[in-house]
């Protein structure tokens, strides 16, 4: 079987250098790095008396594991903002989270090489768990301030409405 349905000839997997983070309907700046999408359901072993010794497994509870995103610090406040709905210092009794809107559901678009969109996934019910305004600093370092938001979120599912893109070939005129 092919691995690609359109791009029959395509055999490289997709690289994982192409990626944009979308909320509240636009894409967010500067992301540079964002965390696996994983989940773990647990085991759940059981056995009745009159079987052999020996136990059967079943699926319990599905977890999906929270997801770091990484960007350079900037003026941008887009992470800060958010964080502070979970919490936000100074507020005032009662007022130091917002209850109301702290969840987004966010999309995860994934590109090819030539940057057409080619998978797409919903994460749904995010919240910001963790939030790194700045990096530890060093007077003598040579890299880039890394801000960092932890994500915690109650599932995640690829969206099948986008479908692989036909790619284009290097003597295709462009259009």
Not at 84 to 100: D, H, P, T
Not at 109 to 126: H, K, M, P, S, T
Not at 163 to 168: A, C, G, I
């Amino acid at each position: 079987m092919a691995q690609f349905s359109v791009n029959a000839s395509r055999f490289d997997p997709y690289k994982n250098f192409k990626f944009r983070v979308r909320w509240d309907g636009r894409y967010v700046a500067g992301i540079s790095k964002v965390g696996a999408l994983k989940r773990t359901t647990e085991v759940v072993d059981h056995r009745e008396g009159g079987d052999p010794s020996s136990v059967r497994r079943s699926p319990g509870q599905t977890r999906f594991e929270p997801i770091t995103l990484e960007r350079g610090v900037t003026h941008d406040a887009e992470f800060e903002r958010w964080a502070n709905k979970v919490w936000s210092y100074g507020k005032g009794l009662g007022s130091e989270s917002s209850l109301q809107d702290f969840r987004k559901d966010i999309a995860l678009d994934f590109f090819n090489e030539a940057g057409q969109l080619v998978l797409r996934y919903l994460i749904y019910r995010c919240w910001v768990s963790e939030y790194q305004a700045l990096p530890e600093l060093d007077a003598s370092g040579n890299a880039v301030a890394i801000e960092t938001t932890k994500l915690e979120n109650e599932g995640w599912a690829r969206d099948h409405d986008v479908q692989e893109p036909t790619e284009p070939t290097i003597d295709e005129e462009p259009g």
